[in-house]
């Protein structure tokens, strides 16, 4: 089986362009690549075509006109275009259903899809978070329904996703791509593509399985560490000390290969990954006799931080003398991580709607959240500026901080907000001498663990 990765004109077809697929596909394009994109949903397919982009990432939009306007990338709902590339890059969603049951709706569709248009000679790596045992047990035999075999007529490699939004397209230049393959020959296959497309190195993992663990460890880490930052963050409030003091301290300790890595507290985990990625752990465990009760108690621990921040919340509003039904509180910042406008899971959903069923008026602003978004996931839209939601005031709730909020005139919202108004920093994590700041032009302050 002939297979040319080393060539100058090597081809990849992206199927998915959802976050993942859209990154990689503008990327390989501005790398030189020849890219055609696939995806089933035509509304998506046109935007992409006509110079937008399906979702927020900082330099995509760009990046993608850039790419469909020199030709190099095209995109369309047609698989049988696939079959003129060299690789075939699976990016489909793999949600999962309840406490982690794979709903594989998209991933089974993709490679049967795909097995109809397979020619002898392709690689098809798949790049979706999959359980342990799925390439396996369900990709493989899927792909082999056109007649061709895995390892033998085309090449079959795992390589997982691991990207944070906000710095996507950066991390796709840079951080080292894990390799996995059904047979040797396809994994070396796999790892020659990346260190020629992206200009990356490469992890070779011995086993298809465990590249799939290292995907899932990767958020399962994650996850666990921030629950540990959240607890200590109680712990912090508890006792009377500043957790951003106690964690920049204890990082500073040398332990393995690098430092103590303690994540920072906040308003909880959002997204498509954290929320699903460590269910999808335990309920692998479970199938196969264990119970991981770490993750039962960090997704318990993440889960709970919305209602804790509404909580703290309404605990200031109190102080200051007025019941929740007479108060309104502007929440600054809805995405579910700071820097991006993506707000699905996101934890600032269940702390407005705890809020509202205290009885406070909430107003919401965001710069980076489509409006649109923000009346699905909210019900209710966005004020137009910072300044307008903080009109008359009583908190300032700071849920994520994006770079556009670098400019806020605290001095001028200070006018603009009620006498006793809380500023309460949810994921901000300002540092002391913007607390101090704070507090010195009449504002109250309260942060989680602070």
């Not at 957790?243 to 300790?253: F, Y």
């Not at 909210?378 to 910072?386: D, N």
């Amino acid at each position: 089986m002939s297979f040319p990765p080393d060539r100058e004109d090597v081809t990849a077809s992206v199927i998915g362009l959802g976050y993942v697929g859209s990154c990689l596909a503008a990327t390989l394009a501005d790398r030189g690549l020849r890219v055609f994109g696939v995806d089933v949903n035509e509304l998506l397919v046109e935007e992409i075509a006509g110079g937008g982009s399906p979702v927020q990432e900082p330099g995509l939009t760009d990046l993608l006109a850039q790419g469909t306007a020199s030709g190099r990338l095209t995109v369309g709902t047609d698989y049988a275009r696939t079959a003129e590339s060299d690789v075939v890059i699976v990016a489909v969603g793999t949600p999962v259903h309840g406490r982690g049951e794979l709903a594989d709706t998209q991933v089974r569709g993709a490679c049967e899809e795909l097995s109809r248009h397979l020619r002898p000679g392709q690689l098809v790596i798949v790049k979706s978070t999959l359980p342990p045992g799925t390439m396996r047990r369900l990709v493989a035999p899927l792909l082999e329904k056109g007649g061709l075999r895995c390892g033998t007529d085309i090449g079959l490699a795992f390589c997982p996703e691991r990207l944070s939004q906000g710095t996507a397209l950066a991390e796709l230049r840079s951080l080292p791509v894990v390799v996995s393959g059904i047979t040797p020959r396809d994994a070396e296959r796999a790892e020659r593509f990346w260190r020629r497309a992206l200009g990356v190195e490469t992890i070779p993992c011995s086993s298809l399985e465990t590249a799939e663990v290292v995907k899932l460890a990767n958020n399962w880490w994650i996850d666990h560490n921030i629950a540990l930052a959240n607890e200590l963050g109680k712990f912090c409030s508890a006792v009377g000390v500043d957790v951003m003091e106690v964690i920049g301290a204890t990082n500073s300790a040398p332990k393995g290969g690098g430092n103590i890595n303690v994540l920072l507290p906040g308003v909880g985990v959002g997204g498509s990954c954290l929320t699903k990625d460590p269910w999808m752990v335990w309920r692998t465990a479970r199938e196969h006799g264990l119970d991981l009760r770490s993750v039962t108690t960090a997704r318990e621990i993440n889960d709970g931080m919305p209602g804790y921040t509404a909580r703290l919340i309404l605990e200031e509003i109190a102080k200051a003398g007025k019941r929740p039904d007479q108060a309104r509180v502007a929440i600054l910042g809805l995405a579910f991580k700071n820097d991006t406008g993506d707000v699905r899971s996101t934890p600032t959903a269940p702390v407005v709607a705890a809020l509202a069923d205290a009885g406070a008026e909430v107003v919401l602003y965001d710069p980076l959240v489509d409006p649109a978004e923000a009346e699905k996931t909210f019900r209710t839209g966005l004020a137009p500026t910072a300044e307008a939601a903080a009109e008359g005031a009583d908190c300032l709730a700071i849920l994520a901080w994006h770079r556009e909020f670098a400019d806020l005139s605290f001095a001028d919202l200070r006018t603009r907000v009620s006498d006793r108004c809380v500023v309460v920093d949810g994921r901000a994590h300002f540092p002391r001498s913007t607390v101090e700041s704070l507090t010195g032009l009449g504002f109250a302050f309260r942060g989680i663990g602070r």
